[in-house]
């Protein structure tokens, strides 16, 4: 039996989107350029939160296989591109990984397959790069090959809302595309939402994360100028929260993190700028407020030293939770780092402690990590609660004496001082 699903990226993307095509009923083998990756998923052992090992044995009892060889292409009649986009250093996306995939795919793709684009990328992108690369061959999109963007929209340690249950929105680079796609995630998703073209589908993910970003910039903004005034903002977030319609709350941190709000709003800000010549300010003053807020973290350490007039220079600092999300053991783009980095710079000693991370591989400074967390809480000269991870007990670390700064909301004492 020919493999009819090939996805290429077995990360936080790909990795769901092939449970639940092995739900089913796909047959499907996953492509990946890392031998690590590879063959830790055919001995049935994850990388990725959320899958367990369990998940991956039960993948593999239903078909599955993980391979470094692209020959497996040539027998698919679905391709899903899930390798990473990030940034690189003129703020636009790095598409070197999309696009090799889609070279590899254009060397081995049957007529008649289905290539859709998964990776978050710009407007244009699918049609633009992606069609001329598949075409060269002379396969027509739209005839002989078809060719559609889907965003993903997985949200880690989510416990509602996983990939099945989350509507998938689909763009086809033409109207035949489109059906092709659509019919084929609706085998996989409870729910489809078919947009005009690709171009659509990908603004679609854009917008919901730039979304998120300027409003965590407005809330991260009212935080600094609330301490300023003596206001709680925290309790005036949750006041706002009960009004039925028309506000959503957001709540302010000590920066954003993951792979998708420091980043996505950053594509559609480079095309704006690069095809026309002017500024998304909304963007880029959400990002530069964003990023401002690991340097007013250490600001508010400082004032704290300060008030008993201790020096941070020379001071211990206990960071508590430096993965980028609650309960989830991912460190890429966690804000802790740059918290980490100021510190030091200002000449502080960094130690940290995480329950669900081991060693801080993306720390770009010494930290030492806690040993014993009852006996760093009461030596630290200051704590800072960066993550709200479910493993603490935060009445306990409130109880402790520490002089306490809590980015999350989460803390109350005499100790505590909030964001």
């Given at each position: ?7 290429i990226?077995?990360?936080?993307v790909?990795?769901p ?5 092995v ?42 296989r ?25 703020d ?32 244009g ?44 929105v689909v ?13 084929f ?15 659509e ?7 919901e ?19 300023d ?43 704006v ?77 960094v130690?940290?402690?995480d ?65």
């Amino acid at each position: 039996m020919a493999d009819d699903l090939v996805v290429i990226g077995l990360g936080y993307v790909g990795l769901p989107l092939v449970q639940e095509a092995v739900r089913s009923g796909h047959r499907v083998v996953g492509l990946d350029t890392s031998p690590v990756v590879v063959d830790r998923l055919n001995a049935g052992r994850s990388h990725v939160d959320d899958l367990s090992d369990d998940d991956v044995a039960a993948m593999l009892r239903g078909g599955f296989r993980a391979t470094v060889d692209p020959t497996c292409l040539a027998a698919a009649s679905v391709i899903v591109i899930c390798v990473p986009t990030p940034l690189d250093s003129h703020d636009g996306p790095d598409l070197g990984s999309v696009m090799a995939a889609t070279s590899t795919i254009a060397s081995h793709v049957r007529p008649g397959a289905l290539v859709v684009l998964e990776s978050t990328t710009y407007p244009g992108t699918t049609e633009d790069l992606l069609r001329p690369v598949l075409e060269a061959g002379g396969l027509v999109v739209g005839r002989d090959l078809y060719l559609a963007f889907s965003p993903e929209r997985i949200d880690p340690g989510n416990p509602r809302f996983g990939l099945r249950n989350t509507p998938k929105v689909v763009g086809g680079v033409t109207a035949a595309c489109g059906r092709r796609a659509q019919a084929f995630y609706r085998t996989v998703v409870d729910e489809v939402v078919v947009v005009p073209r690709a171009r659509e589908a990908e603004l679609t993910k854009l917008l919901e994360n730039t979304y998120r970003h300027i409003n965590i910039a407005l809330v991260n903004e009212m935080a600094k100028f609330c301490h300023d005034l003596d206001i709680d903002l925290w309790s005036v977030i949750d006041a706002a929260a009960t009004k039925p319609f028309g506000f959503q709350p957001f709540r302010p941190g000590p920066g954003v993190g993951g792979h998708c709000i420091p980043i996505d709003p950053n594509y559609l800000s480079y095309k704006v700028r690069s095809d026309l010549g002017y500024p998304f300010r909304f963007v880029e003053l959400a990002q530069e407020i964003n990023a401002s807020m690991p340097g007013y973290v250490v600001d508010r350490v400082a004032e704290s030293l300060e008030r008993d007039g201790i020096s941070l220079s020379g001071a211990r600092v206990l960071l508590l939770g430096v993965s980028y999300k609650r309960d989830i053991a991912d460190d890429r783009e966690s804000p802790a780092s740059a918290v980490a980095a100021s510190l030091h710079d200002r000449g502080a000693t960094v130690v940290y402690d995480d329950p669900v991370i081991g060693e801080w591989r993306h720390c770009p400074v010494p930290a030492t990590r806690a040993g014993d967390l009852g006996v760093e809480l009461a030596t630290a000269d200051a704590v800072v609660l960066l993550q709200d991870h479910s493993a603490y007990d935060l009445d306990a670390i409130a109880a402790s004496g520490a002089r306490l700064l809590d980015t999350r909301g989460r803390l109350t004492g005499t100790t505590v001082e909030r964001l």
